[in-house]
RNA sequence: GCCGGGUUACCCUAGCCUGGUAGGGGGCAGGCCUGCUAAGCCUGUGGCCUAACGGGCCGCGUGGGUUCAAAUCCCACACCCGGCGCCA
């Protein structure tokens, strides 16, 4: 198999520079050989987006219709409804900051500046200035050869161009972000206050709305409970008269249907600022595996004065449930980093049923002739396995391609029998090891005594691996118009001398884990074929 | 933001205190051995260079420093893992 060789492609990028490399980068990428067939099953969905999904459909079946809320909002918004304090909620929120962008216009006061510095601007430095500005965005050129750049394009000295990078475009030299007044939303609350504001008078009441999506929040470090960026399943409700009661309503019928049955509400003593007083509610759901009540709701009833700032004449009740608290319960997880970011956090764990699927004979037969040789040589194997040599089995006498093909099974040594004892081994996969070992026997090996009770059998026989070998290689010596071949496999010790591959994951699962990949045993299996030549008479 | 632990080759791990050839195991590859099995022995297994088999240079997260000599000591940085704090 064809792979990108990392390091060497970073040396080459070392050694010659980005752009000519990557400009032959497409000839580094392995070439689809247009023979891989691979049977590719239906994905596997995330479990956090599974219960987006149904949060959905309930919300749907509650009458609330769905909407997009922003998730950039200037903090202007945050004063308004938190008002004295926004700046606690602020400090927990994201801002936006952007790169200045650099006046490749070059307006009267760049221009003042640059004749300042001695440098006479004609139409044609204007234009040399531009292009080398942009082609310096595009990364065309280095930031260590701007200045020579620019004073080649310009016909001037180092030194001089120097100081116009350094004076009159320092938003070139360095990349310093500025920051703007826009906020990634903390809150689904924040954007609602806008929605509402613009459906009042469009739709009649009662509104009922829900949005499920991202916030952000300034951790300093994500831990089992907490993340940066997580989502929020919100409602709100907005009438001529709203009861905060319906919170609790709203919540048992969004989670009552996943399962969840303990529920605890309790009024919050101290209240929200874009809530009214005594108008803020928490809700509980217990987690069985972690045992504890775990936060996952809050609603209330919005602040007239947040209401007022927006011109809202209707109460409205919000609802927010935590989509990832409420996964934890659901999946009975306790570390919400595993939950959402498995590719991060989950420690690869494979089962002994996943890593028996990443066990595969390496080489098969292509035909239904190199098929059926491989089927015969298996029967005829078993069948005869007590024979004693010397002896000599003819196994299957047909074609191959065309071609009369004879293929025997044998044993020269006198005394042995046809197949070794560990022919008919099986693959079998136990804690974490790959095991090859007889139907029987064995028993003083607690290993192996336990793998063939608990373990999982993979189908693979070493024989399977090996005659589906002498079948390929048959295949093979019809193809390039050899007379025999010959395939002995003897003492195998790994399993590539039964023609078993164990997947590289797999491998390095069980290498990472000091698990022990034990396939070997007297395999002593002879198989050779005779090949009639094109030319009959010859 | 504070405190602690860590990053060694395909995988795991030792070495760090006390500087001196990167050791062991697994896997993989090659060779020897071979008939009832947990199974032996030997060799190889980072990159580059070479006037060619003899070696040279670079490699222990990154970049510096100290030193005759650095995985090891010092400094800075990055990332990972814990704990505390923050968590409307």
């Known amino acids: ?136 965005k595009r990364g065309e050129i280095e930031p260590d050869d701007l200045i020579e750049a620019l004073s080649k394009a310009l016909g001037i000295p180092d030194t001089t161009a120097m100081l116009i990078v350094s004076r009159v475009f320092p938003e070139f030299a360095s990349l310093r972000p500025e920051p703007t007044t826009q906020t990634l939303r903390s809150h689904m609350t924040t954007p609602w206050f806008l929605t509402l504001q613009a459906l009042q008078y469009k739709v009649d009441l009662p509104l009922r709305l829900f949005s499920i999506g991202v916030r952000f929040r300034r951790e300093q470090r994500e831990d089992p409970t907490h993340l940066r960026v997580h989502h929020s399943a919100s409602c709100v409700v907005m009438d001529e008269e709203v009861d905060v009661e319906e919170g609790e309503e709203i919540t048992r019928n969004l989670l009552e249907p996943l399962g969840f049955e303990r529920f605890r509400f309790v009024r919050k003593d101290v209240t929200s600022k874009y809530y009214a007083p005594g108008m803020e509610y928490e809700g509980y759901i217990y987690h069985p595996t972690m045992d504890r009540w775990i936060e996952v709701v809050n609603y209330g009833l919005y602040s007239p004065i947040a209401l007022a700032r927006y011109g809202i004449e209707y109460p409205v009740l919000n609802v927010g449930v935590g989509v990832e608290r409420v996964a934890l319960a659901l999946y009975r997880e306790d570390d919400v980093r595993r939950l959402v970011y498995p590719q991060f956090y989950a420690e690869l764990t494979l089962s002994d049923e996943e890593i028996a699927r990443m066990v595969r004979i390496e080489v098969e037969p292509e035909t239904p002739e190199g098929s059926m040789i491989k089927r015969r040589i298996i029967e005829e194997a078993i069948r005869n396995a007590d024979k004693v040599g010397p002896c000599e089995l003819l196994v299957y006498d047909g074609e191959v391609m065309g071609r009369k093909v004879r293929v025997y099974l044998y044993e ?91 997947g590289e994951v797999a491998r390095r699962y069980i290498t990472s884990r000091k698990g022990r990949i034990e396939v070997s045993g007297p395999v002593f299996m002879g198989v050779r074929a005779e090949i009639e030549s094109l030319n009959p008479r010859s």
């Open 412 to 502: 020269r040594d006198e005394g042995a029998k046809l197949i070794g004892a560990a022919a008919m081994n099986k693959i079998y996969i136990y804690k974490g090891n790959v095991l090859g070992i007889p139907e029987d026997g064995m028993e003083d090996l607690e290993l192996v005594r336990e793998a063939r009770r608990r373990g999982v059998q993979t189908g693979i026989r070493f024989i399977d691996g090996v005659a589906s070998l002498a079948a390929r290689r048959i295949e093979e010596a019809v193809r390039s118009g050899k007379r025999r071949i010959n395939v002995r496999v003897r003492i195998a010790k790994r399993p590539r001398d039964v023609n078993i591959e164990i």
């Open 1 to 136: 198999m064809a792979r990108l060789n990392p390091n060497e492609i970073l040396r080459q990028v070392e050694a010659e520079g980005f752009e000519r490399v990557w400009k032959r980068s497409a000839e580094l990428l392995p070439k689809p050989s247009g023979r891989r067939e691979r049977r590719i099953g239906r994905g596997e969905s995330h479990p956090l987006y599974d219960l987006i999904q149904r949060l959905r459909e309930l919300f749907l079946e509650m009458g609330f219709t769905e909407v997009s809320n922003p998730i950039i909002i200037d903090e202007n918004e945050v004063y308004k409804q938190y008002g004295p304090e926004a700046p606690i909620i602020l400090d927990r929120c994201y801002y936006l900051a952007t790169l200045p962008r650099p006046d490749i216009g070059l307006s009267k006061a760049k221009r003042r500046e640059i004749e300042k510095l001695g440098v006479k601007l004609t139409d044609k430095r204007v234009t040399a200035i531009r292009r080398t500005l942009r082609s310096y």
